[in-house]
């Protein structure tokens, strides 16, 4: 990945963003917003900036395409959004400056990632009517993109969204290091969905038990009861780290409206996120020391009633929270052609004692991430 420092990604966006707030003629009337491809050259040609800023202005420059992105989105706060965010850190990518590891006998980097439709060859009538069943070419190279992104993150511990059968996953481990992930730490949760979007996990530690959970009813309002269980199921792994126990919680929780859950898909986050939290509860209650982390695409930002209910009381930590806010975004959305919003879908969350261990909390950024998947991966290193 292209990578410059964070503080320089910013700085280049002080400097393109004061330029469109500028004010033309005596009345005051603001600029229509308009980015001109020149004012970023002209930051990549300015001797006073640092040559780091300039690199990134000159990268940003090579993509004209964004200039039309930007052209196509409303005025304002969401502009001024799209360019800090979208812009930056998918272009340039970013190398993250991390609080210092807490260090301890065992300290490890785990991360989720939303890997969006991997699928394998396989026949499958609905992929095949929705266009996602892939040739064999292309399911090689959305392997050889995910492999990529995969290797420079280094987990230890991979929470995975959207794979597609556990041939996929098995590709994908041998893929990435497959002394790291042998067959046996190689968890693969079949949802049974027509399209086959599965959650799953990849770990360096052994797997001491799994649990599925996947019919249970959730507590859903009568008019949102069409479904009683799991979409997407939500996956239990406890691992053995060091000779301690710590169980991992990867959640898909239900896609925004429009998916199989239409307008009840808000009803059926909370009760998803509900059902999560009662497992957590379990779980503490059953051994108050016991280590827990939750991950995946909550489909919900941090401020919404889903994340709330994991984080209410004594509940779940955001271990993402240091992510400064510009680059802590983690999916797009296209409500309409040429118009990106960034959005905080994906999560993790550890149990109160494990806060302070969580460090180095990173979203990765750059064009072989946007290549890979429509979803950034989150990652967060913890000393255990």
């Not at 812009?87 to 970013?94: E, H, I, Q, R, S």
């Not at 026949?123 to 995910?146: D, I, M, T, Y």
């Not at 296209?334 to 999560?347: A, E, I, K, N, T």
Request: hydrophobic share 40%; with cysteine; glycine share 8%.
């Amino acid at each position: 990945m292209s990578k410059v420092k964070l503080s320089d990604a910013s700085a280049l966006a002080r400097i393109v963003r004061d330029e469109f707030r500028r004010f033309d003629g005596a009345g005051g009337a603001a600029r229509d917003g308009r980015i001109e491809p020149s004012e970023v050259r002209s930051a990549a040609a300015d001797p006073s900036l640092p040559a780091s800023v300039r690199e990134a202005a000159s990268a940003l420059d090579a993509r004209p395409d964004l200039f039309e992105q930007w052209d196509a989105l409303d005025s304002g706060g969401v502009k001024d959004g799209f360019f800090n965010q979208a812009v930056l850190t998918d272009v340039l990518g970013y190398v993250h400056e991390p609080q210092p590891a807490v260090r301890s006998p065992q300290t490890f980097k785990l991360a989720t990632w939303n890997v969006e439709n991997f699928f394998d060859t396989a026949p499958n009538p609905v992929r095949e009517r929705l266009g996602l069943r892939p040739s064999e070419a292309q399911f090689r190279e959305k392997l050889g993109r995910l492999t990529s992104v995969g290797r420079q993150m280094g987990a230890d511990v991979l929470g995975l969204q959207e794979v597609g059968s556990r041939e996929a996953l098995d590709a994908l481990a041998e893929a990435i290091d497959p002394e790291k992930f042998p067959p046996a730490n190689r968890v693969f949760v079949d949802s049974g969905t027509p399209e086959g979007r599965n959650v799953a996990l990849l770990t360096r530690y052994p797997v001491r038990r799994v649990v599925v959970h996947a019919d249970e009813a959730l507590a859903l309002p009568a008019q949102a009861a069409r479904l009683s269980g799991w979409k997407h199921h939500l996956l239990e792994v406890e691992l053995d780290v060091a000779g301690k126990p710590m169980v991992v919680l990867v959640a898909h929780q239900a896609a925004r409206a429009n998916g199989a859950f239409g307008a009840a898909a808000e009803a059926y986050r909370r009760a998803e996120a509900a059902y999560t939290r009662q497992v957590f509860d379990r779980l503490r209650a059953e051994d108050p020391t016991r280590a827990v982390v939750v991950c995946g695409d909550m489909n919900d930002g941090p401020s919404d009633g889903s994340l709330q209910t994991l984080q209410q009381g004594d509940g779940l930590v955001d271990a993402l929270a240091a992510v400064p806010d510009p680059y802590r975004w983690t999916n797009r959305y296209r409500p309409s052609p040429g118009r990106d919003l960034p959005r905080v879908f994906d999560h993790i969350l550890v149990s109160p004692e494990l806060g302070p261990s969580a460090s180095s909390a990173w979203v990765y950024a750059g064009p072989e991430v946007a290549r890979a998947s429509d979803h950034r991966p989150a990652s967060i290193q913890l000393s255990y």
